[in-house]
């Protein structure tokens, strides 16, 4: 099969964005499938906070057989701009080349378009990735009612017309699913994120030490306790979501208000813990955890490259993730990426999630505990369970589930290689 992949993040770009379509053109190529990338020729000197430059991402990509990577220069940083000219360059090398699929991974979505333009130069089949579930995400913000419905209807189109689409989770592609049937058309595929063998090819024991160490491998997002005057109030009420969410849970804020009430009791798992973060701080999330009364039990270590990354988070006595929160009986239509990371290490986790796909996976794991990441209760109680077992060593042994062998990134590129050649066998609707 020959690939051509349009992704807007590529290493030396650092972040999930870019590991995801990084995988896919490493393990396709080593499939056997010729894959040619199309991405930015970026000015990394240039990075935001979010926008993190990782050259230990590129390790191996330029050694790896019947893969060619295209870099497209631009000057202009607007991504509608360079969303343009992937598609222009996707099109130019679709003309010569001639792919059997044309895969673009999105955010950003601007992407849709310039990808299934690239039909008019060729018979490829045109797929579309959706790392998030795009105006159906709750963190997708729209200014006002009708700039929602357009993003909507702009979604709406693009699932429709495209030869197949790939949600990166189960509950995004049931939502998926109620706006957009595809019907008599190929199915929604589902390919999670995950993990590389090779980073964590052998797991290590932690030995307990005198402070019982919560580490945190990514970003927080304090948005929602930004400060702003009474007209940015006033205009930020009329942006419209694609779902409700409880976005204070992405923050720092209840896990430390949990180990505050504990530390005011003087339980001893707010005396023996430390909370470790790695990754960037923004202002915010900073003033957060100043005004948290328990600063001095946060630690801060910056954006770690992936590498140092792997290794932070292999060695924590308890692995957290959060996420924000929902209504009651919904469903979360997203898993962080850095989850599939901790379930290759082995190590105990506190998920702070919604109901959804990361709490039914993790349920089979005595050693780790789920929580609502908005209620101080549940995460108290969670803490103290976790606190009692590394208390008395049983949390020094790493184990991974069974259900991680599921996430390897190997094991998900053979099924997007599955769901593409699917794809090539179904007939032309167009």
Not at 10 to 39: C, E
Not at 285 to 292: F, G, L, P, W, Y
Request: aromatic content about 8%; charged content about 25%; hydrophobic content about 45%.
């Amino acid at each position: 099969m020959k690939l051509l992949l349009i992704a807007h993040y590529f290493p030396p770009d650092g972040g999930p964005g870019a590991q995801r379509p990084a995988s896919f053109a490493r393990h396709l190529s080593l499939l056997g499938h010729d894959i040619t990338v199309v991405t930015r020729a970026q000015d990394h000197a240039r990075h935001a906070v979010y926008d993190p430059h990782d050259v230990s991402l590129l390790s191996g990509l330029d050694d790896m057989p019947r893969l060619r990577i295209e870099r497209v220069a631009g000057s202009d940083a607007q991504v509608g701009a360079w969303a343009l000219a992937l598609g222009r360059r996707a099109c130019e090398i679709a003309k010569a080349w001639r792919p059997d699929v044309v895969l673009a991974t999105m955010s950003p979505y601007e992407l849709a378009e310039p990808a299934l333009q690239v039909r008019t130069v060729c018979d490829a089949r045109v797929v579309l990735d959706l790392r998030d579930p795009w105006a159906l995400d709750g963190w997708f913000v729209s200014r006002h009612w009708f700039e929602y419905h357009r993003a909507r209807a702009t979604m709406r189109r693009a699932l429709r017309d495209a030869d197949g689409v790939i949600a990166n989770v189960p509950g995004a592609r049931d939502a998926f699913r109620a706006l957009e049937p595809r019907l008599g058309r190929v199915p929604y595929g589902v390919v999670t994120n995950g993990w590389e063998e090779a980073d964590f090819a052998a797991i290590s024991d932690v030995p307990q030490g005198a402070r019982w160490r919560l580490r945190v491998a990514g970003n927080f997002l304090s948005t929602n306790y930004e400060r702003h005057s009474a007209l940015r109030r006033m205009w930020r009420s009329l942006r419209v979501r694609g779902e409700r969410i409880d976005g204070r849970g992405r923050s720092p804020a209840f896990l430390l208000a949990a180990l505050k009430s504990l530390h005011s009791e003087g339980h001893p798992a707010a005396n023996d813990a430390v909370v470790e973060i790695a990754g960037n701080i923004d202002p915010t999330t900073r003033e957060v955890i100043h005004a948290s009364g328990v600063s001095d039990r946060v630690q801060t270590h910056g954006f770690l490259t992936h590498d140092a990354c792997v290794d932070f988070a292999a060695k924590a006595d308890l692995l957290v993730v959060a996420m924000h929160g929902l209504p009651q009986g919904a469903r979360a239509r997203m898993v962080p990426g850095k989850f599939y990371e901790y379930l290759a290490t082995g190590r105990p986790i506190l998920a702070l999630a919604p109901e959804g796909d990361l709490r039914e996976w993790l349920r089979d794991d005595p050693r780790s505990r789920v929580a609502d990441p908005c209620s101080i209760t549940e995460i108290r109680a969670s803490l103290i369970a976790l606190h009692a077992a590394w208390s008395r060593g049983e949390s020094v042994i790493s184990r991974r589930l069974a259900i991680a062998s599921r996430f390897t990134r190997g094991v998900q590129a053979m099924e997007l290689a599955k769901y593409l050649e699917e794809v090539l066998r179904a007939p032309v609707k167009r």
